[in-house]
């Protein structure tokens, strides 16, 4: 079991950056890949990153940009998700989940925390 918790989101002004954390409380977050996932209302969850269990190999789509930088700290049982340049239509629901391979698809990954809202203002 991977219980997971976000953090760091909120308001900020278009252009401005965020950096959100997942953190577990198992012993056992190094044996997971880690996805970053959002959702807006009306629309469909989409992948944002994704880091492997060691954090030697990490997936972006193309539409990130280099906008945003997963990493994971395993001794601090945490990932982050550095977000920069942030737009208005990056507002949304924004969830880390726990799987067991580093996917692009929200359904390989069994466990999930319980968002955090990010609002990005115009």
């Known amino acids: 079991q991977l219980q997971l918790v976000e953090s760091g989101g909120g308001l900020v002004q278009a252009g401005g950056s965020l950096r959100l954390s997942c953190t577990s409380s198992?012993?056992?977050?190094?044996?997971?890949?880690v996805g970053w996932f959002r959702q807006a209302p009306g629309k469909e969850r989409e992948v944002l990153a994704a880091i492997s269990m060691s954090g030697s190999s990490t997936y972006y789509p193309s539409f990130v940009e280099g906008r945003f930088t997963i990493s994971r700290d395993n001794a601090k049982n945490t990932v982050y998700l550095q977000m920069n340049d942030l737009r208005p239509e990056d507002t949304a629901i924004y969830y880390c989940?726990?799987?067991?391979?580093?996917?692009?698809?929200?359904?390989?990954?069994?466990?999930w925390g319980q968002g955090t809202q990010v609002t990005v203002s115009s």
């Open positions: 989940a726990g799987g067991p391979t580093l996917a692009s698809r929200w359904d390989r990954y069994h466990y």
């Open positions: 198992g012993r056992s977050f190094s044996n997971f890949a």
